[in-house]
């Protein structure tokens, strides 16, 4: 096993641990804005590791292009998402759950 | 201020600002993800959730989503809406105690962005001001 094999699967088992704590965060945190902020973070960097991980694999500039669009796309639409579900949470209503300080968003919708 | 070799210095140095805010933001967000890693798989939890107001110094629709985006990206901040006139972000964060000085840990990271993308960076002026005044 070369330096590139053992990175690649570094990279690959750190992905998934990512992935993994991401799902028990999901079931641990106490409100639905925390739970989504583990669930499209942690994941989209998970994510990214295995990418890299499987170019390790199989290094080679074609497959460099692929995983770089892969990895562009990702970066991209996974915050696009976050936010359209985090902005539907607070527009049903949705608390923020025990040991919230402020909502600032909900005082200026108020005002309108 | 800006001369006609004004205009060569920022053309040579855009390039590495742009990378070296790449590194940055990507060491920022590995240093978020252990912490709220480490945050989900110890049974203490230090959660102190809040939406903040951040009154921004972006202008353009680009600089714009790019913050809502990477402030998103970030692990334990995520954009919750986007308000043009004046340009404000409305941000929740899980480790934020205090409203001022979530703003201040965001404002860093909008003046870093700032410096990178545009092309003559930003002056100390627009980098000490504290955004727009509010309506």
Do not use: Q
């Not at chain 1, 925390?34 to 290094?59: C, F, I, Q």
């Not at chain 2, 972006?58 to 692990?75: D, G, V």
């Amino acid at each position: 096993m070369n330096a590139l094999e053992a990175m690649s699967w570094a990279c690959m088992g750190l992905g998934v641990w990512l992935i993994a704590v991401a799902a028990v965060g999901y079931v641990r945190l106490p409100d639905p804005y925390s739970r989504l902020n583990a669930v499209t973070k942690a994941s989209a960097l998970g994510l990214v590791l295995v990418l890299v991980g499987a170019w390790m694999a199989e290094p080679g500039w074609l497959e460099a292009v692929e995983v770089l669009l892969a990895i562009w796309l990702l970066l991209t639409t996974a915050p696009v998402g976050g936010y359209a579900i985090g902005r539907a949470l607070h527009r049903s209503g949705v608390p923020l759950g025990p040991r919230a300080g402020y909502d600032e968003l909900h005082e200026d919708r108020r005002g309108e | 201020m800006r001369t006609a070799r004004g205009a060569l210095v920022p053309a040579l140095t855009w390039p590495v600002r742009l990378v070296w805010f790449a590194l940055y933001f990507a060491r920022e967000m590995i240093t978020a993800n252990a912490a709220l890693t480490w945050d989900i798989l110890t049974p203490s939890s230090r959660l102190a959730p809040g939406i903040a107001r951040f009154p921004l110094r972006c202008r353009t629709r680009f600089e714009i989503a790019l913050l809502a985006n990477l402030i998103s990206l970030t692990p334990g901040t995520l954009t919750l809406a986007v308000r043009r006139e004046p340009p404000t972000l409305y941000v929740h964060g899980m480790y934020a105690p205090d409203p001022d000085r979530f703003r201040e840990r965001l404002r860093a990271l909008e003046s870093r962005m700032l410096a990178a993308v545009r092309f003559h960076g930003i002056d100390a002026e627009a980098a000490e001001g504290g955004g727009h005044e509010r309506a």
